[in-house]
């Protein structure tokens, strides 16, 4: 089928504002979108900017806004946001985040919230023996946060920093903490509290869903968010 893809453009060393460019290309319907792009770069204009590894939906690096909603360019197959020939297939970069060039966004502040909430265990307690045993009850309870590859989908749909508070630090941010905070051998709450418990913690979430509904990982993302809340609130009880 012949395809249409209007993907949005932007080199700050020339361009004065973003503009949308458009290329023609024949594409399978089952082919993915990543393949798309990636002809457009070798066989139409090198000069396009975009990020992308693994191609399998486990790096995360290429998440973009594919016809306004946020999606792994490798996880989408062209049969699914086009659905006749030469129907128009629109990318952008994410949103929230500044572009660097093209398809390519600055992701230093969404990786500060990400280090901001020390997504690793913390316990200075000796191990009972040679390792700290849980339960797969305790297993479980933690289980959808470790699905988490960092795409940074989430962040980018979150209606609270789109609109109101840029400085809310996201869903994915969250969503690694929660993966700490629930598991049974962790003990760093309250190393973790002046960030998770602050204006812009976990508090601005409005529990729009976008997160939960943009997530390549099918994580539950807004009952992670609130599960923290509630985490908190009972261990501020508790103090
Ligand atoms: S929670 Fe989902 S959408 Fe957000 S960064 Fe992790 S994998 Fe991506
Ligand atoms: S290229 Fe790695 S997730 Fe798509």
């Given at each position: 089928m012949k395809i249409t893809l209007k993907i949005q453009r932007f080199n700050k060393e020339k361009d004065e504002k973003?503009?949308?460019?458009?290329?023609?290309?024949?594409?399978?319907?089952t082919d993915r979108l990543l393949d798309a792009l990636m002809s457009v770069v070798t066989n139409l204009d090198g000069s396009l900017g975009l990020r992308k590894s693994c191609a399998h939906g486990i790096c995360g690096s290429d998440a973009m806004v594919i016809n306004g909603i946020e999606r792994l360019a490798c996880k989408t197959l062209i049969k699914d946001v086009a659905d006749d020939n030469n129907s128009a297939i629109t990318v952008e970069p994410l949103r929230?985040?500044?572009?660097?060039?093209?398809?390519m966004v600055d992701q230093g502040r969404f990786f500060e919230t990400y280090r901001?909430?020390?997504?690793?265990?913390?316990?200075?307690?000796?191990?009972?023996g040679k390792e700290r045993i849980q339960t797969p009850e305790e297993r479980s309870r933690f289980d959808d946060a470790t699905k988490c590859i960092l795409c940074a989908a989430c962040y980018s749909s979150c209606p609270v920093?789109?609109?109101?508070?840029?400085?809310?630090?996201?869903p994915a941010a969250v969503?690694?903490?929660?993966?700490?905070?629930f598991d049974s051998r962790d003990r760093g709450m309250e190393e973790r509290l002046p960030v998770l418990n602050d204006e812009n913690g976990v508090w601005p979430c409005e529990n729009?869903?976008?997160?939960?509904?943009?997530?390549?990982?099918?994580?539950?993302?807004t009952k992670n968010i609130n599960l923290t809340k509630r985490e908190i609130k009972n261990y501020n009880v508790q103090q």
């Open positions: 973003p503009y949308f460019q458009e290329f023609e290309l024949e594409a399978e319907p929230c985040m500044p572009v660097q060039k093209d398809l901001a909430v020390k997504p690793f265990l913390i316990n200075e307690e000796p191990a009972d920093i789109q609109e109101k508070n840029p400085a809310f630090i996201g969503v690694n903490a929660a993966r700490f905070l729009h869903f976008n997160c939960t509904r943009v997530c390549p990982r099918d994580i539950k993302v």
